[in-house]
């Protein structure tokens, strides 16, 4: 064999030795990036297959009452939801036509018990006659069903888009989060089509997606942001005050006269903030309102590639007086999601501590081994312990004697703050809020409540509902 040949027997295997060599790259970058995403298409029929074999895992409230079940037999389950309206955001749907939502779709592969190789679901099937490897992992919320169904019926009977939430301050457990208008998560294939067409967001989780104008409960934020930096809280109230060219009145035309905070909070006193927010500028603000995380993204359990708990924003840096003065009373580019504002009460009920929500307790195996279980965790020290009890005692005298009367209970001592963001230019279609906690001496829940595009002031609609749930909860949790 002469030299001629040998090089091109060698060409020949560098060829073949570098084809080898492209596959073996192309295969790994295939397994490690693009693996996962043909696995989950909905044109991958054998993966579809893969999962209709499986028993979907349950879903529970805090008290251990099934919300969410499968039955029937192996390739034909069926999905049945015991609370099918009052937990159309929060269970969600799984379908096979529609695909899935709410925890059905955060917690997919738990459910699916995916969250585990195979191998490892079959070795345990292997050494454990009781396990099997083809039936998923049950979900455990933090939930009160109680609560939610109570929630769902205020909000139904008042007939408007709202929401409603409800937090233990101390924790960040989320006991009820309800979006109003909803669908029947029994029948949503059939009435999918029909839900879609009619546009009434009734898919729409509100209570977390929402980004609203905040209206008085802003002044929470602003208040916090007095006292921490330490600015005079004397002044002398004429009805109006002048903000870079724009004049800013209370409402009904009202003038206080001397007042300090503690007053401007109790009645809401519009032209007392308009003067601080000068006084204090937008950085200061600005740097109040980010620890309270304004501005920032918050993990939480029912985010998903299509859902977040959108990012409640303030949008300080270009702010001029005009601006920051609108800002300080909830009226200019600020927006808040109702659970982030149940966070804010809880700041202001918790010392000052703002606690991650979270509406899964654990996740367990069928062998009733805890898979995941979540410990409460402290997300920041929003201000401190001493400016949240300040606080506090204002939105006392909110509900005592101001604004937040009609939320006023006997039986225990409310602490909050109505709202009222103008949506018209005649300012008569208001987003109506109240933010609050109880019992004011030690903690045990914190509400969000708003109403939108409605006539009524916070005062008017959102405070009666909120003392309601406040009262119902209350009762529900000291049985």
Do not use: C
């Amino acid at each position: 064999m002469n030299i001629k040949e040998n090089r091109k027997i060698l060409i020949l295997l560098v060829f073949l030795i570098a084809l080898f060599i492209s596959l073996i790259i192309y295969l790994s970058y295939f397994t490690i990036f693009k693996a996962p995403n043909i696995v989950e298409h909905p044109a991958n029929k054998r993966e579809a297959l893969k999962i209709a074999q499986i028993k979907r895992g349950n879903i529970y409230d805090n008290k251990g009452e099934i919300l969410a079940y499968s039955d029937g037999e192996k390739y034909k389950y069926q999905r049945h939801y015991n609370y099918p309206y009052s937990y159309a955001h929060v269970v969600g749907y799984s379908n096979k036509v529609r695909g899935n939502s709410g925890i059905e779709s955060s917690y997919n592969r738990y459910l699916l018990g995916k969250n585990e190789p195979d191998i490892v679901r079959s070795f345990k099937a292997f050494f454990k006659s009781d396990y099997d490897k083809d039936t998923g992992d049950s979900i455990y919320l933090t939930t009160n069903t109680a609560i939610q169904e109570r929630s769902r019926q205020l909000l139904e009977e008042v007939g408007e888009k709202a929401a409603i939430v409800v937090m233990n301050p101390k924790t960040g457990e989320v006991l009820s989060l309800v979006s109003y208008p909803d669908f029947n998560l029994e029948t949503i294939e059939r009435d999918y089509a029909a839900i879609v067409e009619k546009n009434e967001g009734s898919f729409y989780n509100s209570a977390m997606q929402g980004g609203f104008t905040p209206g008085s409960i802003q002044k929470i934020v602003s208040a916090a942001s007095i006292i921490e930096n330490g600015i005079d809280q004397s002044y002398e109230d004429t009805g109006e005050e002048d903000a870079g060219g724009y004049p800013i009145k209370n409402a009904g035309g009202k003038t206080y006269g001397k007042i300090d905070l503690n007053d401007a909070i109790t009645f809401s006193v519009n032209t007392y903030f308009a003067n601080k927010a000068v006084v204090l500028g937008q950085e200061k603000m600005g740097e109040t309102a980010e620890k309270f995380l304004f501005n920032k993204d918050i993990d939480f359990d029912l985010n998903t590639t299509n859902v977040k708990f959108s990012k409640s924003k303030f949008n300080y840096q270009s702010w001029d007086k005009q601006a920051l003065a609108a800002a300080s009373i909830g009226q200019a580019d600020v927006t808040v999601t109702p659970l982030h504002m149940a966070m804010i009460a809880s700041t202001i009920a918790n010392d000052g501590k703002m606690m991650k929500p979270y509406i899964v307790s654990k996740v367990v195996g069928q062998d009733g081994e805890e898979v995941m279980t979540r410990q409460p965790e402290m997300l920041v020290q929003s201000v401190s312990k001493e400016t949240a009890n300040q606080i506090k005692d204002m939105m006392i005298n909110s509900v005592n004697r101001g604004t937040s009367k009609a939320a006023r209970l006997r039986s225990f001592q409310i602490a909050g703050k109505t709202g009222t963001a103008e949506r018209s230019k005649e300012k008569t279609i208001n987003n109506a809020w109240f933010v609050g906690f109880a019992p004011a001496d030690d903690p045990q829940i914190a509400v969000a409540v708003i109403v939108e595009n409605v006539e009524y002031l916070g005062g008017e609609i959102a405070a009666p509902i909120a003392k309601d749930i406040i009262r119902f909860s209350l009762n529900e949790l000291n049985k």
